[in-house]
Protein backbone atom coordinates (compact mmCIF):
# COMPACT_ATOMS: atom_id res chain seq x y z
CA UNK A 1 0.00 0.00 0.00
CA UNK A 2 1.40 3.44 -1.07
CA UNK A 3 0.43 6.22 1.85
CA UNK A 4 0.11 10.10 0.02
CA UNK A 5 2.13 12.30 1.49
CA UNK A 6 0.13 14.82 3.62
CA UNK A 7 0.63 18.20 5.01
CA UNK A 8 -1.85 19.14 7.73
CA UNK A 9 -3.35 23.04 8.37
CA UNK A 10 -2.68 24.43 11.46
CA UNK A 11 -4.45 23.31 14.63
CA UNK A 12 -4.37 19.37 13.03
CA UNK A 13 -1.43 16.82 13.50
CA UNK A 14 -0.88 13.94 11.49
CA UNK A 15 -1.06 10.12 13.32
CA UNK A 16 -0.72 6.86 11.17
CA UNK A 17 -4.59 5.23 10.60
CA UNK A 18 -4.65 2.35 8.29
CA UNK A 19 -1.06 2.30 7.67
CA UNK A 20 -1.02 6.17 6.35
CA UNK A 21 -1.26 9.26 7.42
CA UNK A 22 -4.00 11.49 8.22
CA UNK A 23 -4.75 14.65 10.49
CA UNK A 24 -6.90 14.82 12.93
CA UNK A 25 -7.27 17.91 15.42
CA UNK A 26 -4.96 18.45 17.92
CA UNK A 27 -6.89 19.21 20.73
CA UNK A 28 -3.89 20.22 22.90
CA UNK A 29 -3.27 23.15 20.62
CA UNK A 30 -6.64 24.30 21.23
CA UNK A 31 -6.51 24.17 25.23
CA UNK A 32 -3.10 26.12 24.66
CA UNK A 33 -4.73 28.76 22.28
CA UNK A 34 -4.73 32.13 24.28
CA UNK A 35 -7.67 34.73 23.32
CA UNK A 36 -7.43 38.32 23.47
CA UNK A 37 -8.74 40.47 26.17
CA UNK A 38 -12.51 40.78 26.27
CA UNK A 39 -12.49 37.44 24.27
CA UNK A 40 -12.88 33.57 25.21
CA UNK A 41 -12.79 30.30 23.53
CA UNK A 42 -16.40 29.74 22.29
CA UNK A 43 -17.99 26.65 24.00
CA UNK A 44 -18.12 25.04 20.86
CA UNK A 45 -15.91 24.60 17.17
CA UNK A 46 -17.34 25.35 14.14
CA UNK A 47 -17.22 23.17 11.70
CA UNK A 48 -14.80 24.69 9.35
CA UNK A 49 -12.48 24.89 12.26
CA UNK A 50 -10.66 22.30 14.70
CA UNK A 51 -10.69 24.28 17.94
CA UNK A 52 -13.77 26.43 19.12
CA UNK A 53 -13.03 30.40 17.93
CA UNK A 54 -12.70 33.06 20.35
CA UNK A 55 -15.78 34.91 21.34
CA UNK A 56 -16.79 38.20 22.60
CA UNK A 57 -17.40 38.16 26.57
CA UNK A 58 -19.81 40.06 27.97
CA UNK A 59 -17.73 42.57 29.30
CA UNK A 60 -16.26 45.96 29.06
CA UNK A 61 -12.50 46.78 28.39
CA UNK A 62 -10.73 49.80 28.85
CA UNK A 63 -7.37 49.91 29.12
CA UNK A 64 -6.40 46.42 28.84
CA UNK A 65 -8.77 46.04 31.65
CA UNK A 66 -12.28 43.85 31.72
CA UNK A 67 -15.26 44.97 33.88
CA UNK A 68 -18.40 43.14 34.41
CA UNK A 69 -21.11 45.58 32.62
CA UNK A 70 -23.28 45.55 35.66
CA UNK A 71 -20.56 47.38 37.33
CA UNK A 72 -20.38 50.99 37.61
CA UNK A 73 -17.45 52.93 36.60
CA UNK A 74 -16.09 56.53 36.93
CA UNK A 75 -13.74 56.62 33.78
CA UNK A 76 -14.01 60.28 34.80
CA UNK A 77 -11.15 60.09 37.14
Request: aromatic share 6%.
Amino acid sequence: MKCPNITCPNGYKSVIENCCPTCVCDTQKCFEKRCDIGYELAANKTNDSCCPPCVPKDVCVDKNTEYQVSKQLDLLN
